[in-house]
């Protein structure tokens, strides 16, 4: 089906309204994240807004309504906008671009460490100039009266930046077009986070999702809890729900004292993703969880020699198991795909195969499209001070081995936020010092980290997977589907930029969300100042957890294709030390609990009946994310917590 204009009208005032929710939501009020989640929840509320609109407008002109391929159309452009106002792009790429000016000062030595090393098409500060400078302390502080936002000096960094950001974005294009034909057809990954867009797009004969009473009793639950608690917030007179179980606060004598971040988070609409996930996985998330926690503890207990966390506060052991998890899972991965990269392979360099002409861009077309993008990166890093090789090891990490994780945690795993613990530095560094990579390349490395490769939530690649899933689905051309996330990325990331400039220099950024103008756009220049002045970390041990990661990944990916039947999955073990594990592991547990005994006693049969329950406990939950921060914009009322921070 082609692609028409008026659903690109109404996705384009849709990007509208999605950006400026989210950027009060997560920015101002710093309260409600509806943006960085894989399947946003502002987009979500907006397609059942849609749907509700459009069956108004049927019943009255059925001509005029919108058919399923251009609703999803409209959502696909709410998801882009969402993850690219959100994490996926403008919420670390603005900070990032004036936090080191402004938080630099004499004690930390930025100026004379960093400032020398920024070319001046960067920022939209000068390099030559002092700390502080009016572009940053403007921003931070807000505009006093008779003061302008410096759109000017905003206008080329923000320029040469999107340079990169295009070529990123394109690779994710083109990958997600590679390897769509594998995880789809192939392996027939379920893709758990559309299969509840999917209920609400689909036009069927008698009992629709919206019509069932199990849907409305699911919604009914967490309606009611964040309800209680919002009304909590309005007045603590009142009762309220626990949604945030704080365990390390029980485990106060040593050696349990140790382990790391440990809450339970009670979200019922992460209870419904996690229903829809084979069992096998879902047990593997938890124990796997659990088991890096006995870890933490066994470590202190034997009194092994600390090794610090890449960029957490657990323990450095297990997070480095987990990056050599990473590494062998996609070999794993590859492996699997082998055949099918092969085809592609050979249609690239014009040696027959399939050409992938029903695709969102033919095979030719993307794999070569993929290495010019990645090639216009590399010279991009390299003219911002970066070394060559390191800039192409670091690209090779982030899309093919974090990006991919993260992919397939959510298309395989239902993971409805993706979010890994380590980076490409933090690899690198078991081999080579971070000090010997040189002041330029840490210095350009500090501001890609903040941007790309520490907060992975946001991650478009997914959006670009799950879109075409749908759009098989509503029989939607997936060569039209690459034009409506071409034209949402475009209008999406003009429209984020212009709200988040505006909002910090009318509110002061340090006033607003604290993660993203007060830590994530600092922290590896923090991190890289030590390296600069040649610290070296204390690395004994790390490496060789590295390789336990991969030897582990390893046995569990052939025992998984030698025993039909095998509980535990590979992926479990990489994303255990994940933030994605830490908030979801709880609703994990109790979605294993409930879909075995579902299984056990009532068969399939009973699982697909009681399915729409689960649908709408998310459908519930992300619904009242929306209407709280609507809330919260609109009469100045406290939002309340939302377990998935």
Known sequence: MSLSARSVVIGMVCIVVVCLVVSWAELVTGQIMIGFLQLPPVALAGLFGLVLLNKAVRAISPANSLRPHELLVVYCMMIIAAMVSSRG?????????????????PGNRWQELFFGHLQPWMVPWDPGGGIAQFPASAFYEGLREGETIPWGLWARPLGMWLVLVGAVFFTFLCLATIIRRQWSDNEKLSFPLVQLPLEMLREQPGRSFFSNPLTWIGFAIPTVIFGINGLHNFDPSLPAVAVDININSYLRAAPWSNASFFHAYVSPGAVGFFYLLPLELLLSFWFFFIAAKMQDVL???????????????????????????????????????????????????????????????????????????LGVAVLWLRASGMAVGFAAFLLLVYVFVQAVVMARGCAEGGLPMSEGSFTPLDVSSLVVPPSSLGPRTLTSMAMFDAMFTRDLRGLVLTGFLDG???????????????????????????????????????????????FSYRKNSIQFFQENAAFIQGETQHKSGALGAFVVGVAVTAVLGAMRVRYVGWPLHPLGYALSTSWTAMVFWFPMFVAWVVKWAVVHYGGM????????LFLGMIFGEFTSAVLWTLIAIFADIPAPFFPWP
Not at 89 to 105: F, Q, S
Not at 478 to 490: N, Q, S
Request: no cysteine.
């Open 468 to 514: 075409q899933k749908m759009a098989d689905a509503v029989g939607l051309a997936r060569r039209k589907l690459a034009y409506t996330f071409v034209i949402a990325l475009a209008f999406a990331i003009l429209v984020a930029i212009l709200i988040q400039l505006w909002l910090p220099y009318h509110i002061g950024a340090i006033n607003m969300y604290s």
């Open 605 to 612: 049969r009973l699982y697909a009946r009681i399915r729409p």
């Open 299 to 373: 470590v202190a207990a034997l009194a092994f020699p600390a090794i610090r966390s890449p960029h957490g506060s657990g323990n450095g052991y297990v997070d480095y198991q987990t990056a050599g998890a990473y590494f062998m899972l996609v070999v794993y991965l590859g492996l699997a795909a082998l055949p099918h990269l092969k085809g592609v392979l050979r249609r690239a360099f014009g040696r027959g195969g399939a050409t992938g002409r029903d695709e969102m861009i033919p095979y030719r077309g993307a794999v070569w499209g993929m290495l010019v993008a």
């Open 89 to 105: 792009l403008t919420e670390d790429l603005i900070p990032t671009l004036v936090g080191v000016n402004y938080y630099a000062n």
